[in-house]
């Protein structure tokens, strides 16, 4: 990690992870979020279900301050990763690791070095021991009901081995929430836990109280209507909403772990070690050698055998093979792969054997920035989670007042101060906030973990927002509707001009191009095998062309209105596809017609589309016949077809089809569709394409598939409507249930299990996305 200590530096924008230590709830993320964006520069971001907060900070702020302002609010704190330099919006890189740590120890007892993804491990300790805590009191918690609340059973010492048995119940086996319940009170703050806290003491220390003064009246008195000055005593109710709060938790815990097995088994699927070809520098004899994957460095060459994984990106320079990238990319078929193809980490060889020399290692990877991107959308929030947020932030002070109101209330009422404890602690207990904090995090975790394992990558949770109010969908032609492989179909020249010849004039020039129409130009010359002179002054002209010097002679490549004169033989192209035209001296001497293959799956996509009412219009700077062409085959309208495009006029489309009143999603590949994916309502970037496409995309998707796009679409809007079902949930079960404790309809121990129910449900309805399927598929 980079990390700057001078102070008066303000033109660095930084980026830090924090795993955070104590949390328990959401009123607890928000307090740390709202004391860490008081300071000068900082925009923070804590995620109760990954335990985790993002920063960005700038100016005079260190890592050091953001670590003492968590330390000071009562959790702990620790460096996982950070990025300096990093611009606004811009893309997560590979970065080192710092170490750090802050208040409390890391509970897991592991060591303070954390990188990506490895905090996901660390709450394994933490469901242990919930469970050993969760157990012990249930064990010691069944005599104190049974001593309590069966009629018959009386022993002349009955109190007494209730306050024995309830005693380490409450003090250690509750310990959890009294610790937290204290830091917080340290620090002038309400949790979750003082509600737990308070209610199950006060119910403890009542007790103990009338233990101690001999005033303990029957047993089995549930009304607090003993004769005399006896007094009831709530052991029994502090015992039992203890241990359901623990088994509550403990079970919260592992469905919450659950929610992160997407992403922790994409990050299992690379290799472990690599069979690495070594040159002897005496014998110059080639050996392989096993090395930990972790070893492996650019340039290296290493062995993938039949049936193994590929170690890292890399590129084939021996051998031919099928590779199934399924794991990675969803994928479903083998692809074949021959020397100088590119591979993805992670993918499996099926069939020959292949050497291939590493490109990228490491945090540089594709499946390591799958991993980051899938985990930095899991700790972003969609605005309606913010919506919680700022309820939870006041709701734990209204329910301490509303508990004492109650209590003052029913007192004055009945006179009987037993029964108005009762139903004060049935307050305290019922409120607890637990699954609003977890509605929206976990269902992000197990929506963005199933996306990535389906070749998904949803980069925030306002996209989900997004997603949910598109109408429209743009999408370009080549390489998206098409696949992008475009070969050469007709030559036609003027005058006495050879067709070789303007091949070759139109090939050197874009040789220096990496467009796909250029690709099919140089292909076709190298496989007529025409020699190709170098051109020199190399001009890429953005949505028309190309230019360049050929012996002295400027040659222009590309559309028509790159010249002066276009002959009336080269003014219509004859056959279907996309034209270029070649000459120089601004006159056209040459047409070049290249065709683009339509994707396969991309008919049933279009129509996937209608079907979930998103009418797809296709943007081309291809001529209106091959647009027309390639609509017809896959079934969009001709009135939705937007032919002739320069790169700055898609832009000016996606805008004048908002400007409609149309919510807009743009698919795009290539350079030439990062400003429309950037306007765009919703940016899809199909992850074959390139690196400023997937920058300026709000979902990135890794099979080059069209049906991927309504994969993304339909995913995202499930999982919004996952986390409105548990936010549904979450604020009517606290709407309904305080006025009912409130009423003293409510026994607080059932209040207890309400309470821990109404976490799992939420989580348990997070987990049912792990299956999802896209209909039909």
């Excluded at 010492?157 to 959890?176: D, E, K, R, Y």
């Excluded at 997407?262 to 090395?291: Q, Y």
């Excluded at 590493?358 to 991993?371: H, N």
């Excluded at 404890?421 to 199933?450: D, F, S």
Aim: hydrophobic share 45%.
């Amino acid at each position: 990690m980079t990390q700057t200590t001078d102070r008066t530096r303000t033109d660095e924008v930084h980026e830090v992870d924090l795993a955070i230590t104590g949390m328990t709830c959401a009123s607890c993320s928000a307090r740390i979020e709202k004391k860490l964006g008081k300071l000068e520069g900082v925009d923070a971001v804590v995620n109760l279900a990954t335990e985790k907060a993002t920063v960005r900070y700038a100016g005079p702020v260190t890592v050091e301050d953001l670590l003492s302002t968590v330390r000071a609010t009562g959790y702990g704190a620790e460096v996982v990763a950070a990025t300096t330099g990093r611009p606004a919006g811009g893309r997560v890189a590979g970065s080192g690791t710092a170490t750090a740590t802050a208040g409390e120890p890391a509970s897991d007892g592991g060591s303070a070095t954390m990188e990506g993804t490895d905090h996901l491990e660390h709450r394994v300790a933490p469901e242990d021991a919930l469970r050993r805590r969760a157990l012990v009191a249930a064990v010691l918690t069944v005599p104190v009901v049974v001593l309590a609340m069966v009629p018959g059973i009386h022993l002349d010492s009955s109190a007494w081995v209730q306050l024995v048995l309830a005693t380490p119940v409450v003090l250690w086996a509750g310990w959890p929430f009294h610790r937290a319940a204290a830091l917080n009170a340290r620090h002038g703050a309400s949790t979750m836990d003082t509600l737990v806290s308070l209610g199950v003491l006060t119910a403890y220390l009542w007790s103990v109280v009338v233990v101690v003064t001999g005033r303990a009246g029957g047993m089995g008195a549930m009304d607090g209507s003993d004769a005399g000055d006896t007094a009831h005593i709530w052991f029994e109710t502090a015992t039992v909403v203890t241990t359901f709060l623990l088994i509550g938790r403990w079970m919260e815990a592992r469905a919450t772990d659950r929610t992160r097995d997407a992403l922790r088994g994409l990050l299992s699927l690379g290799a472990k070690d690599v069979a690495v070809e070594r040159v002897d520098p005496t014998t110059r004899a080639t050996t392989e050698v096993r090395i930990p994957v972790e070893d492996l460095a650019v340039g290296d060459r290493f062995v993938v055998r039949p049936g193994e994984k590929v170690a890292t990106d890399g590129r084939v320079v021996e051998g031919t093979s099928a590779v199934d990238a399924s794991l990675v990319t969803g994928e479903s078929l083998p692809v074949d792969v021959t020397p100088g193809d590119e591979l993805t980490g992670g993918s499996i060889n099926t069939t020959g054997r292949l050497v291939v020399e590493a490109t990228r290692v490491g945090a540089d990877t594709t499946l390591a920035g799958i991993a980051r991107l899938v985990e930095r959308a899991q700790t972003t929030k969609a605005p309606i989670q913010r919506l919680a947020d700022r309820v939870s932030a006041v709701f734990v002070p209204v329910v301490l007042v509303l508990a004492a109101l109650t209590f003052a209330g029913w007192w004055a009422a009945t006179g009987d101060p037993a029964r108005a404890l009762e139903v004060a602690i049935a307050v305290l207990v019922i409120a607890c906030p637990c699954a609003l904090g977890l509605a929206t995090p976990t269902a992000l975790l197990v929506g963005t973990g199933r996306g990535a394992r389906l070749g998904i990558l949803i980069k925030g949770a306002d996209v989900l927002e997004d997603t949910r109010r598109i109408d429209t969908v743009v999408l370009d032609k080549t390489g998206t509707v098409t696949t992008g492989e475009m070969t050469l179909v007709d030559v036609t020249t003027v005058g006495r001009l050879p067709k070789d010849q303007a091949l070759r004039a139109a090939a050197a020039v874009e040789a220096g191009s990496e467009h796909p129409v250029a690709r099919a130009v140089v292909d076709a010359a190298a496989n007529r095998a025409i020699d190709v002179p170098r051109a020199t002054d190399f001009v890429a002209l953005p949505g028309a062309g190309a230019r360049a010097v050929i012996k002295g002679t400027e040659v222009s490549v590309g559309r028509a209105d790159l010249f002066d004169d276009v002959p009336r033989e080269l003014a219509r192209p004859t056959v279907d596809g996309t034209t270029v035209w070649v000459g120089w001296d601004g006159r056209a001497h040459a047409s070049l017609t290249v065709s683009d293959t339509v994707r396969r799956s991309s008919q049933r996509a279009i129509r996937d589309l209608a079907d979930a009412g998103l009418p797809a219009y296709l943007l081309t700077g291809d001529h209106d016949q091959a647009a027309l062409t390639v609509a017809r085959d896959v079934g969009i309208p001709v009135g939705r077809v937007l032919a002739d495009v320069r790169p700055e006029d898609k832009h000016a489309m996606v805008a004048d089809l908002q400007a409609r009143g149309k919510v807009v999603a743009m698919v795009g590949d290539g350079v030439n569709d990062a400003a429309a994916l950037a306007q765009a309502d919703l940016g899809i970037a199909m992850g074959t394409g390139t690196d400023v496409a997937a920058d300026s995309a709000d979902i990135v998707l890794l099979r080059a598939e069209l049906p991927a796009v309504v994969d993304a679409i339909l995913l995202s809007r499930a999982t919004l409507r996952t986390i409105k079902q548990n936010l549904g949930w979450a604020f009517g079960y606290n709407v309904a249930a305080i006025p009912l404790a409130m009423a003293g309809l409510l026994n607080p121990m059932i209040a207890g299990g309400a309470m821990a129910l109404s976490s799992v449900l939420v989580v348990s309805n997070s987990l049912r996305l792990r299956s999802w399927t896209p209909a039909g598929r």
